[in-house]
């Protein structure tokens, strides 16, 4: 019998705030501090050769020392770095970075776009931003998080990508023009990662706009690859989205799939959605029915659960994460030390690696400097404290130092082996591989809030709790504080003037006086308060959880979160 929705919640809560039992034994493993402050220093020299060489290009060449547009022309590195500088305690370049963002993107440009990519790296990236601004200290306008300028350019890049849904089956093309919508001559295939990653980022879209095309197009989605399934339970690589015929019939947890199930959780978990979770539950059976052997997760037909490609992908190691945040734990260390000797291997993990033969595939040999093990390696060190999870991050460190360090940032490796580079540094080095490896050595960071604290701020709706912890992280790495989901809804207000109406109705009636307490919306994240509780500012405070009859992170009725992050590329490669 499956869990319940709420007692699955409730136990990835409990692992992943509660000590363990391997607490004692972190001391053990690699000098935390020094590391952390090693990840720092990482960061900068990326960052501030981007600035310096790049800037406004998309993307910094660490080779020579220039830059390139390559997802779209959005100086997409300043806005993908931009929550990292919060995370590593940056305020006043967040801020100057956020005053640049206003002035300098525009999204009126006849560009291409990957859909994808756009709505995971930019739309993503400033939401995450919007979300955290007050946290920095910007001084936020008036109805906030309910409004305000990076919301508002979030909703204008979104907007753009709404063409690309507008097809007999609900499933988006894979690229958009900004300026002219579809392409006519445009490819119908698409991956599934391409179909099934937008319900996080969309969904935040519609509760702080309020405007609900951006998840109702989200779900839609969700649910016509669900409805596509196999009658084993398997999803494919590609699909045509006029036709819902599967053009690619390789199933697994990788390369053009994986973050399609990891949006399934983490729109179950951000949206308390029983549905999205039972979907995911029912793909995690036969995943493990027809991909698993010896801990190693291989790809299959996804009509007949043969073997079609007995390789091990690098974008699949966020999955020993997933596991772990749905209360399997021991399955994920297992799995996640057969990625982890991979990595000791070669000082990285190859794009693939043929698992009966030991050894990389040829052509793929490469590692762009990605993050699913370190981001699984974080996840999985919150749950347990193994030390050993400590040294993968340290080899992380010392590998990408010695290998991609150039004098103008990282460069990506383009082969293992020998230790080649390419004249690249990908923005997703700073928005999650720096960010997880910083996040593993960093325990105190304001992103591992257990709800101790918390401040309360006022909105056009009443009082809302935000920075409690929780956060829920994009596919990109870019937090989503899950709270915020629930400052912007009408139904409270819409309750609050029933509740007039029945106070006046009463004491009408009984020509005496009748006090009607307003009920904490526990639904909403909000614990009960006594009236000296009120915030004594317009502004909000922060508070104290444990002055409170209860902590706001009590389950079942805390909307908690899931962190499956997965980069989630897309593998338009035939070959």
Known sequence: ?????????????????????????????????????????????????????????????????????????????????????????????????????QEGVDFDIDVNASVFETNIRVVGGLLSAHLLSKKAGIEVEVGWPCSGPLLRMAEEAARKLLPAFQTPTGMPYGTVNLLHGVNPGETPVTCTAGIGTFIVEFATLSHLTGDPVFEDVARKALKALWKNRSDIGLVGNHIDVITAKW??????????????????????????????????????????????????????????????????????????????????????????????????????????????????????????????????????????????????????????????????????????????????????????????????????NFIHNDGSVFDVVITPYGECVLNAGGYVFNTEAHPIDPAALHCCRKRKEEQWEVEDLMREFYSLKKNKKFTLKRAPDHSEGESAKDPEDAPSEKGGEKRNAKKNSHSLLSCPSQSFNSKLAVLGQVFLDNT
């Open 247 to 444: 053009v690619a019939q390789d199933a697994g947890i990788g390369a053009g799939v994986d973050s399609y199930f990891e949006y399934l959780v983490k729109g179950a978990i951000l949206l308390q959605d029983k549905e999205l979770m039972s979907m995911f539950l029912e793909y995690n059976k036969a995943i493990k029915n027809y991909t698993k052997f010896d801990d190693w997760y291989l790809w299959v037909q996804m009509y007949k659960g043969t073997v079609s490609m007995p390789v091990f992908q690098s974008l699949e190691a966020y999955w020993p994460g997933l596991q772990s945040l749905i209360g399997d734990v021991d399955n994920a260390m297992r799995t996640f030390l057969n990625y982890y000797t991979v990595w000791k291997q070669f000082g990285g993990l190859p794009e693939f690696y043929n698992i009966p033969q030991g050894y990389t595939v040829d052509k793929r040999e490469g590692y762009p400097l990605r993050p699913e093990l370190i981001e699984s390696a974080m996840y999985l060190y919150r749950a347990t404290r193994d030390p050993m999870l400590l040294e993968l991050g340290r080899d992380a460190v010392e590998s990408i130092e010695k290998i991609s360090k150039v004098d103008c940032g990282f460069a990506t490796i383009k082969d293992l082996r020998d230790h080649r580079l390419d004249n690249r540094m990908e923005s997703f080095f700073l928005a999650e591989t720096v960010k997880y490896l910083y996040l593993l050595f960093d325990p105190d």
């Open 1 to 101: 019998m499956l869990p319940s929705l709420g007692s699955l919640l409730c136990l990835w809560a409990l692992r992943l705030l509660a000590p363990t039992a391997g607490t004692g034994a972190a001391s053990r493993g690699p000098d935390v501090a020094s590391y952390r402050e090693r990840v720092r220093a990482m960061f900068y020299h990326a960052y501030e050769h981007y600035l310096e060489s790049a800037f406004p290009y998309d993307e910094l060449r660490p080779l020579t020392c220039d830059g390139q547009d390559t997802w779209g022309s959005f100086s997409l590195t300043l806005i993908d770095a931009l929550d990292t500088l919060l995370i590593l305690g940056n305020v006043s370049e967040f801020q100057r970075v956020v005053n640049v963002l």
